[in-house]
């Protein structure tokens, strides 16, 4: 980067949904260490303010949410699936 140091970090909203709550703010607390500020290309947040880090916690925190609803609701389908004795993939068995 011939020397210049980054002043901001821009990504789209699909960047963020793979990222859990936990290790965006570790990635967030690096970029403040180093004097560097996050901002959505397609969101109007940025961390330069106190608002814009409330609102990108806010949809981290309801993306996180969304991902382990869709783990637990897997989970008990696959549960209620294995009560009522239905094969839960691979080869049938034979016998």
């Known amino acids: 980067m011939n020397g210049l140091k980054p002043e901001f970090r821009c990504a ?9 709550l936990a ?3 570790k990635m967030v607390d690096v970029f403040d260490g180093a004097g560097v500020s996050f901002a959505s290309v397609t969101q ?3 961390t330069t303010s106190s608002m814009g880090r409330l609102t990108l916690n806010v949809l981290l925190s ?3 949410f969304e991902r ?3 783990a637990e609701r897997i989970r008990d389908k696959v549960a209620a ?3 009522k004795g ?4 691979g ?5």
């Open 81 to 83: 699936s294995k009560r």
């Open 68 to 70: 382990e609803v869709t």
């Open 62 to 64: 309801f993306g996180q």
């Open 44 to 46: 109007a947040f940025n």
């Open 23 to 25: 290790d965006f703010a």
């Open 91 to 95: 080869a049938v068995p034979f016998g």
């Open 12 to 20: 789209d909203h699909e960047g963020l949904d793979t990222q859990s």
């Open 86 to 89: 239905m094969w839960m993939g």
